[in-house]
């Protein structure tokens, strides 16, 4: 019981010793907002008590100068560690002077409109030895037209504690903008590439791109330059030309925005819309006077005039993008339609709080919009594209069902074609059959029939006649199985058919044929010629010639795949090729043209030679 009473009693000790230490650390801290200021405009100076802030723009109506603040404090106590000032808002230039010693300073004191030091919070560490029990602070600031110079209230304490709020409000300002900043640029460039490799081939005299990416790509970037104007102390440009980059910035961001809006409701192609882009050209056209007239003539109002002209015009838009969305609008419209208001109530707040009252020290909101509208921006092209992707599933599904009909039904086509081919290469060949039988059978058993009848041929001689036409009926059964272009296969058929004849009178066959290789361009009407005319050839011989001995020489012309060349050669009585008309030699000219054969004929008795080239 005593040990719980104990325990407890301690805890109440060591509970009141901390609050009181916190508090004895608060007391510690001061809130230094009252001050004596000299300050001079046009080489005029005053002196005035002021309560800080001390906002110039407001102060002053646009006009330079610089002020000197006299800020007397006093301690109770020497601290024996480092205290801290922390200077929300300051400058554009300044200096920060503790009893008569300078402790910071930044930027230009007697030239204007060059770096700008009051975009970020200022802390200043000071020794211990630095400070007494009464102390003087002095404050030099310069500031220029329109660039929101003056000095805010200070807390000066302890250096951790201080420090640790100064932290907060740079985080915020500083390093908050650097990460949206980087966003910003990824979101940006990413909208911009889709914009340039999305492209509409559907009219391929006129390609189009989706303008929504590309208002997406514009806002982002050109918010950019905003947000990093907030941490950039030394501007790029000189001030008057960098201050009308920044409006005409603000003014292509909301156009943009607004722009990309209305793509999301399906209203780029209504004629109020194109009324909107000549008000928002005209409104980015105004940025560049406005900006003019307040650098050049101090008129800061005409400013705070053109960005109510911009703030209104977006905020004119949220009723109909708002019925849109909560009138059978997509997800993606509602997101839309919602970032843009919360957008618009924190341009107003800008607006008010950074334009209009003398608040000071606030930070504008704003620009932390941007990185909900880049948010905004990842969830539509994730959208769009996981929609595109079910539509390329269900198109790809339904293609594959219409190939897949398609192909049954160019099987069934084939198949009927196929049966078709096969009936008219049946009757193609019956045809030729028939063709063969009655030009080469049939011709053969009519001239028999008229030698019989007439009664002047000998027996032997319709014997004859009869027996070219039982080869020649053969050779057209032989014609069937021809391999294609494979003139050695025809040789060896031929030998087969006709060797027997040539035997019975005692004519002595001599084949020298080599290994032939296929000639490709001789298919099977092709084959059927050569072999016509080597028959017409060899029967010649049989009938004409009296030969003792006929020799056959096949050998390919120069290399294998060039050619065949083919010799007949007998031992007959010859004829004179010059004079002599005969049917079968006019028949074998005819049947090598036909198919690109050259043909020679030389004959004198005792040695005729026929050769028929084939390449």
């Keep these: 019981m005593l040990a719980a009473y104990f325990s407890r009693a301690l805890s109440l000790c060591l509970g009141l010793l901390l609050a009181s230490s916190a508090l004895h650390l608060r007391a510690q801290t001061l809130e230094l907002s009252q001050a004596q200021a000299w300050v001079t405009v046009l080489g005029q100076t005053t002196q005035q008590a002021v309560s800080l802030p001390y906002h110039w723009d407001q102060r002053q109506n646009g006009r330079p100068g610089e002020a000197s603040f006299e800020i007397p404090f006093v301690l109770p106590v020497l601290p024996s560690a480092s205290y801290g000032l922390y200077i929300p808002r300051l400058g554009n230039a300044y200096e920060v002077w503790l009893n008569g010693v300078l402790l910071q300073h930044n930027g230009d004191m007697q030239q204007g409109n060059g770096a700008d030091y009051a975009k970020s919070p200022r802390y200043v560490e000071i020794q211990p030895g630095s400070l007494h029990r009464s102390n003087l602070l002095r404050i030099r600031i310069r500031a220029d037209i329109g660039r929101r110079g003056g000095l805010a209230p200070m807390t000066l304490g302890p250096a951790e504690e201080v420090h640790a709020v100064y932290l907060k409000n740079y985080r915020w300002r500083s390093t908050g903008s650097f990460a949206i900043t980087i966003t910003g640029l990824v979101v940006g460039l990413m909208a911009l590439a889709l914009w340039a490799s999305q492209v509409d081939t559907l009219a391929p005299d006129k390609p189009r791109r989706d303008p929504l990416y590309l208002h997406a790509g514009l806002a982002q970037l050109f918010g950019l330059l905003v947000v990093v104007d907030v941490i950039l102390d030394n501007p790029p440009l000189s001030w008057l030309w960098w201050g009308i980059v920044l409006r005409m910035a603000v003014a292509i961001w909301m156009a943009s925005t607004l722009?990309?809006?209305?793509?999301?409701?399906?209203?780029?192609?209504?004629?109020?819309?194109?009324?909107?882009?000549?008000?928002?050209?005209?409104?980015?056209?105004?940025?560049?006077?406005?900006?003019?007239?307040?650098?050049?003539?101090?008129?800061?109002?005409?400013?705070?005039?053109?960005?109510?002209?911009?703030?209104?015009?977006?905020?004119?838009?949220?009723?109909?993008?708002?019925?849109?969305?909560?009138?059978?609008?997509?997800?993606?419209?509602?997101?839309?339609?919602?970032?843009?208001?919360?957008?618009?109530?924190?341009?107003?707040?800008d607006l008010i709080v950074v334009r209009i009252s003398s608040v000071y020290a606030e930070n504008t909101l704003l620009r932390y919009g941007s990185l909900l509208f880049a948010l905004t921006?990842?969830?539509?092209?994730?959208?769009?594209?996981?929609?595109?992707?079910?539509?390329?599933?269900?198109?790809?599904?339904?293609?594959?069902?219409?190939?897949?009909?398609?192909?049954?039904?160019?099987?069934?086509?084939?198949?009927?074609?196929?049966?078709?081919?096969?009936?008219?290469?049946?009757?193609?060949?019956?045809?030729r059959i028939l063709r063969d039988m009655h030009d080469g059978v049939g011709s053969h058993i009519s001239t028999a029939i008229r030698q019989l009848e007439a009664g002047r041929s000998s027996s032997a001689q319709v014997v004859q006649t009869l027996r070219d036409s039982l080869d020649q009926l053969k050779l057209s059964v032989d014609a069937m199985n021809l391999p294609e272009g494979d003139i050695g296969a025809l040789l060896a058929s031929m030998r087969y058919r006709l060797e027997p004849r040539?035997?019975?009178?005692?004519?002595?066959?001599?084949?020298?044929?080599?290994?032939?290789?296929?000639?490709?361009?001789?298919?099977?009407?092709?084959?059927?010629?050569?072999?016509?005319?080597?028959?017409?050839?060899?029967?010649?011989?049989?009938?004409?010639?009296?030969?003792?001995?006929?020799?056959?020489?096949?050998?390919?012309?120069?290399?294998p795949s060039a050619g065949v060349r083919l010799q007949i050669i007998d031992d007959g009585v010859g004829f004179d090729v010059d004079t002599t008309s005969k049917k079968g030699l006019r028949s074998m000219t005819d049947r090598a043209v036909a198919i690109g054969a050259i043909l020679r004929c030389s004959s004198q008795p005792g040695r005729t030679v026929i050769e028929i080239s084939v390449s």
């Design 502 to 559: 040539f035997a019975a009178l005692d004519v002595r066959l001599i084949w020298e044929v080599e290994e032939l290789a296929p000639v490709p361009r001789l298919d099977g009407a092709a084959m059927r010629q050569m072999q016509l005319l080597l028959f017409e050839a060899l029967s010649n011989v049989l009938q004409h010639a009296r030969a003792h001995s006929l020799r056959i020489r096949a050998q390919p012309m120069g290399s």
């Design 377 to 431: 921006l990842g969830y539509v092209v994730t959208a769009r594209f996981r929609a595109a992707l079910l539509h390329a599933r269900d198109f790809t599904a339904n293609l594959a069902r219409q190939v897949a009909s398609k192909e049954d039904e160019l099987a069934q086509t084939y198949q009927r074609f196929e049966l078709l081919a096969r009936e008219q290469e049946r009757t193609a060949e019956r045809t």
């Design 259 to 349: 722009l990309f809006c209305m793509e999301i409701a399906g209203w780029s192609r209504r004629p109020a819309v194109s009324w909107l882009r000549c008000w928002l050209g005209l409104l980015a056209a105004g940025s560049v006077v406005a900006g003019l007239v307040a650098s050049l003539f101090g008129h800061t109002w005409v400013l705070t005039l053109w960005y109510s002209a911009l703030a209104v015009t977006v905020l004119a838009t949220l009723p109909a993008l708002i019925w849109k969305a909560t009138h059978g609008g997509s997800g993606s419209q509602k997101l839309v339609t919602a970032v843009l208001l919360l957008n618009g109530l924190l341009g107003l707040r």
